[in-house]
């Protein structure tokens, strides 16, 4: 079911009418995003409190990662050095998302026709209802819209030496989040402090929260 308003649409009715929306609109309940932490500790850290630490690429997004990394350790007490034995390896693993839409749910469809000798001719039409894809007063059964979003995966080892030529693997531990509305290097960034502070130990599925 569709209202139609007549041939001369006004600045004050095109005004009244995005109000109308607006005040119909469902707005999203926003909640907080959270990330996951697991950790597995294969063997007590050494304690002398001395690591290197080094990412798999050279890129210039990881080396700024380094250097969160670095500083996340120094709080804690750690020494960097790059000549130490204990080594910890980082890696970003990323997942593209994806996303299928249905038909849109719409509430107002705007037209304006002029001629060359001047005059002009506007309507709007308000969507009230419509059982498929939804009007101002019901969502209907389309405008669906699934969301995979993209996901990012801190992925972080450390290893030290075992005997000659041999190495232990002391620590791993992963933090993954969904991308949302920040860009990837601040969500990337905010999971190297839950994985520094749980240096060491074994987590399962802990939880933790990332930037909107």
Same mark, same amino acid.
């Given at each position: 079911?569709?209202?139609? !308003?007549?041939?001369?649409? !006004?600045?004050?009715?095109?005004?009244?009418?995005?109000?109308?929306?607006?005040?119909?609109?469902?707005? #999203?309940?926003?909640?907080?995003?959270?990330?996951?932490?697991?950790?597995? %500790?294969?063997? #007590?850290?050494?304690?002398?409190?001395?690591?290197?630490?080094?990412?798999?690429?050279? %890129?210039?997004?990881?080396?700024?990662?380094?250097?969160?990394?670095?500083?996340?350790?120094?709080?804690?007490?750690?020494?960097? !050095?790059?000549?130490?034995?204990?080594?910890?390896?980082?890696?970003?693993?990323?997942?593209?998302?994806?996303?299928?839409? %249905?038909?849109?749910?719409?509430?107002?469809?705007?037209?304006?026709?002029?001629?060359?000798?001047?005059?002009?001719? +506007?309507?709007?039409?308000?969507?009230?209802?419509?059982?498929?894809?939804?009007?101002?007063?019901?969502?209907?059964?389309?405008?669906?819209?699934?969301?995979?979003?993209?996901?990012?995966?801190?992925?972080?080892?450390?290893?030290?030496?075992?005997?000659?030529?041999?190495?232990?693997?002391?620590?791993?531990?992963? +933090?993954?989040?969904?991308?949302? +509305? !920040?860009?990837?290097?601040?969500?990337?960034?905010?999971?190297?402090? #839950?994985?520094?502070?749980?240096?060491?130990?074994?987590?399962?599925?802990?939880?933790? #929260?990332?930037?909107?």
């Amino acid at each position: 079911m569709t209202l139609r !308003s007549g041939s001369s649409l !006004s600045f004050a009715t095109f005004v009244l009418a995005l109000f109308v929306v607006t005040l119909f609109a469902e707005t #999203p309940t926003a909640t907080a995003a959270q990330g996951k932490l697991q950790a597995v %500790s294969n063997k #007590p850290l050494p304690g002398n409190k001395i690591i290197a630490v080094r990412p798999l690429d050279d %890129s210039d997004e990881s080396l700024k990662l380094m250097r969160r990394f670095e500083q996340a350790l120094a709080n804690l007490g750690y020494r960097v !050095s790059p000549k130490s034995d204990l080594v910890l390896t980082f890696e970003i693993v990323d997942e593209l998302g994806a996303y299928t839409v %249905s038909d849109q749910r719409y509430f107002l469809e705007l037209q304006a026709r002029g001629s060359r000798t001047g005059g002009e001719d +506007a309507s709007a039409r308000f969507n009230v209802f419509d059982s498929k894809t939804g009007g101002i007063i019901n969502k209907g059964r389309g405008g669906t819209k699934v969301v995979t979003p993209s996901k990012y995966r801190l992925k972080v080892t450390v290893d030290g030496p075992a005997g000659p030529g041999r190495l232990d693997r002391y620590w791993q531990g992963t +933090a993954t989040g969904n991308l949302g +509305a !920040s860009t990837n290097e601040t969500l990337i960034g905010a999971m190297v402090q #839950p994985l520094i502070d749980h240096l060491g130990t074994t987590v399962r599925n802990k939880s933790f #929260p990332l930037p909107d």
